[in-house]
């Protein structure tokens, strides 16, 4: 079965500085990873994905993650956070099933916090 | 192009009623996912309906039912609510059931009394 960590549930940075949001995944195949973030009574955008090309995946507003095959993570960053990234993000795995998509599986969720 | 769209927005019940929450998937997109979020929690999936059938169900209750129609546009039903249900219903499309990307609508927020 699948299944996704997100290590820390809150995470505090200043405006500026590094963003690293953490998850591990376990799939006995090839996974489909996804970044997600919510923003306050919102649904969810999609922020980036890999799906079995280029391992550093580059997504929207400066966010790029790198999928490690050797460690089963994915992990997100950015390199200077800003006010606006305040948000929660999830993290999902899913597979494909001979040609039909398998449903997301989400990761509890990190709240992401920027300080002035 | 108009994106995925639900209703309502939010919506209140009392234990034991039934509700039904509706989704407009996106242009063009034949595949429809729904999830429960609860309060400080990944969404978790509940079904998927692919040209009006159901394509994939999660670990929910007969009581969550659903519908697909030929414009592909879906509904979630649920019958006797219960105080666990209330949670942030997204409802999700995809181009097809082969496609890796979902893309979300803004939510249900059901509260059950």
């Known amino acids: 079965a699948q299944s996704v960590t997100q290590l820390g549930s809150h995470v505090s940075v200043s405006e500026g500085a590094l963003v690293l949001l953490r998850c591990n995944y376990s799939?006995?195949?090839?996974?489909?990873l996804f970044w997600y973030v919510q923003y306050p009574n919102q649904g969810l955008q999609l922020l980036l994905k890999?799906?079995?090309?280029?391992?550093l995946v580059k997504g929207i507003n400066g966010f790029e993650a790198e999928f490690k095959k050797s460690e089963t993570s994915f992990h997100l960053t950015k390199p200077s956070a800003h006010m606006s990234d305040a948000a929660e993000y999830f993290c999902?795995?899913?597979?494909?099933?001979?040609?039909?998509?398998?449903?997301?599986?989400f990761g509890k969720g990190t709240k992401l916090s920027v300080k002035p | 192009e108009t994106g995925v769209t639900q209703s309502p927005t939010h919506l209140i019940k009392t234990r034991g009623q039934q509700v039904t929450l509706r989704c407009s998937s996106q242009?063009?997109?034949?595949?429809v996912s729904w999830y429960q979020q609860a309060l400080g929690q990944g969404p978790q999936f509940i079904f998927q309906?692919?040209?009006?059938?159901?394509?994939g169900r999660g670990n929910f209750p007969p009581r969550f039912s659903g519908l697909q129609f030929p414009n592909y546009s879906s509904e979630l039903n649920v019958n006797a609510l219960e105080l666990d249900d209330s949670a942030l219903y997204l409802c999700?499309?995809?181009?097809?059931?082969?496609?890796?990307?979902?893309?979300f609508g803004p939510g249900t927020r059901l509260t059950v009394l």
């Open positions: 309906y692919y040209r009006e059938e159901e394509n």
């Open positions: 242009s063009g997109h034949n595949t």
């Open positions: 999700a499309s995809s181009l097809d059931r082969a496609s890796d990307t979902q893309y």
């Open positions: 799939s006995s195949v090839p996974p489909y």
């Open positions: 999902a795995v899913t597979q494909n099933y001979g040609g039909s998509q398998g449903n997301l599986i």
């Open positions: 890999y799906t079995s090309a280029a391992t």
